[in-house]
T-cell receptor
Framework: GAVVSQHPSRVICKSGTSVKIECRSL??????MFWYRQFPKKSLMLMAT?????????EQGVEKDKFLINHASLTLSTLTVTSAHPEDSSFYIC??????????????FGQGTRLTVV | GENVEQHPSTLSVQEGDSAVIKCTYS??????FPWYKQELGKGPQLIIDIRSNVGEKKDQRIAVTLNKTAKHFSLHITETQPEDSAVYFCAAGRDFGNEKLTFGTGTRLTIIP
């Protein structure tokens, strides 16, 4: 099946610093990728939709200046958590749907990134 | 927008028995319904999906059924094994690559040896 690769899998950073998470579609092009946040034992919370070559679309309540998204190519989207604080500690997961703009658009997820802010 | 409800939230099943997880959706425009398995510390893995042009799909021990009229779909796992223990999520949306999917709240399945 299609593969979506996410890095790093774990990161620990100090309060006030920024952290970048990468999401790559390895065997298909993705004009659209999705970033989720998942709290312990909870469902996936969509943060934003990343659009190649244009601005990301953020869900209500998600600070766009805090969570910067860049989708510079058809296979790479990045999420940067700026000025991180302990409350930003969470599991972040990206997703991409194959078959962009067409039918048979399965959605695949990256491995997730466990962010711990100390 | 779409709203997906998933039941039960937890399910314990004796090894070898069957497990059934049910989801309902609200948007009649949704035509794509995937199921994901998430193990601890990992991203969700697509295990099976169904589109609105069929009522049932099977892949070895896993099957999914869809009732478009009632707007509900179900995941069936037969002959359960310990490695089936995980959290399962259903999702619903349109079969279009740049649109988001709406996820259920998840079911924690535990297989009792």
């Amino acid at each position: 099946g299609a593969v979506v690769s996410q890095h790093p899998s774990r990161v620990i950073c100090k309060s006030g610093t920024s952290v970048k998470i990468e999401c790559r579609s390895l065997d298909f092009q993705a004009t659209t990728m999705f970033w989720y946040r998942q709290f312990p034992k909870k469902s996936l919370m969509l943060m934003a939709t990343s659009n190649e070559g244009s601005k990301a679309t953020y869900e209500q309540g998600v600070e766009k200046d805090k969570f910067l998204i860049n989708h510079a190519s058809l296979t790479l989207s990045t999420l940067t958590v700026t000025s991180a604080h302990p409350e930003d500690s969470s599991f972040y997961i990206c997703s991409a749907r194959r078959g962009q703009g067409a039918r048979l658009a399965e959605a695949f997820f990256g491995q997730g990134t466990r962010l711990t802010v100390v | 927008g779409e709203n997906v409800e998933q039941h039960p939230s937890t399910l314990s099943v004796q090894e070898g028995d069957s497990a059934v997880i049910k989801c309902t959706y609200s948007d009649s425009a949704s035509n794509y319904f995937p199921w994901y398995k998430q193990e601890l510390g990992k991203g969700p893995q697509l295990i099976i999906d169904i589109r609105s042009n069929v009522g049932e799909k099977k892949d070895q021990r896993i099957a999914v059924t869809l009732n478009k009229t009632a707007k509900h779909f179900s995941l069936h796992i037969t002959e359960t094994q310990p490695e089936d223990s995980a959290v399962y999520f259903c999702a619903a949306g349109r079969d279009f690559g740049n649109e988001k999917l709406t996820f259920g709240t998840g079911t924690r399945l535990t297989i009792i040896p």
